[in-house]
């Protein structure tokens, strides 16, 4: 039986403030299981799910190195960050933060807040094969539940980085600068430069002026219908894939 303690320390994690003190996260969800037992075993804390899950999935926890406790359908209920719980959860170490060289693309977000654009911008640069996502001020938790379920997995391959863009320019000035804006050079007519840094902009506001001022050069996506602007995630999608090919 789940302790009353246990309960409250799981349920802390869905705010920031207590998975920073912690160092910990949460993931759920048969996917996220099968993804962080391959690629990021050492960082499984706990793992809790209810007793139909564990008769569906009876050996996937065999090799772990933590046991998976059977916890009722009422308390993976109030465990569960989800509506309807998936009847799996983990307690997840952070990584610990590294610095690294950026070859290829790396992406800069200037203050994308939502958690699903977030998530998706992470799982897209995980097929594309870009390993590091660098946040700059306002940008979403990528600890956020919701960020972490729409990643499906792909938190564990891709690094994120929370610096103020700014001050990560300044120590990077070497590598040209891309910035997604409306009033940028058209994507099929531009060449585009590598290494490069890919700066995507806030959902309502767009890339800041100060991180623009800092553009090598602006790229827009052509478009011919009447919709104001693209949704964050699928601007980062299309520009990515241009990279690619």
């Not at 654009?117 to 919701?146: E, M, Q, S, Y």
């Not at 007519?189 to 959902?203: K, Y």
């Not at 309502?204 to 011919?224: F, H, N, Q, Y």
């Amino acid at each position: 039986m789940l302790s009353k303690s246990r309960l409250k320390y799981i349920q802390s994690l869905h705010h920031k403030k207590f998975r920073d003190e912690n160092s910990a996260f949460l993931a759920e969800g048969t996917k996220m299981v099968e993804e962080a037992l391959q690629f990021a075993p050492d960082a499984l804390l706990e793992a809790y799910a209810t007793p139909e899950w564990l008769s569906e999935h009876p050996f996937i926890f065999k090799q772990a190195a933590v046991t998976c406790q059977e916890v009722s359908e009422a308390d993976m209920q109030r465990m569960s960050s989800l509506h309807t719980p998936p009847g799996v959860l983990m307690v997840l170490r952070m990584p610990e933060p590294a610095v690294h060289a950026f070859p290829g693309l790396t992406l800069l977000l200037d203050g994308v807040q939502d958690p699903g654009n977030l998530g998706t911008i992470i799982r897209t640069a995980d097929w594309f094969g870009i390993r590091h996502i660098v946040c700059g001020t306002g940008t979403a938790d990528v600890f956020n539940p919701k960020v972490v379920q729409a990643t499906m997995g792909s938190i564990f391959r891709v690094q994120l980085i929370y610096r103020p863009l700014l001050n990560f320019l300044d120590a990077h000035a070497e590598t040209p600068v891309v910035v997604a804006h409306l009033d940028g050079q058209s994507l099929p007519e531009t060449s585009l430069p590598l290494p490069a840094f890919l700066v995507i902009g806030n959902e309502s506001k767009g890339v800041s002026d100060v991180i623009t001022d800092r553009a090598s050069l602006k790229i827009s996506i052509p478009g011919s219908g009447q919709t104001e602007s693209l949704n964050a995630a699928v601007a980062a999608a299309i520009l990515m894939y241009a990279w690619h090919n």
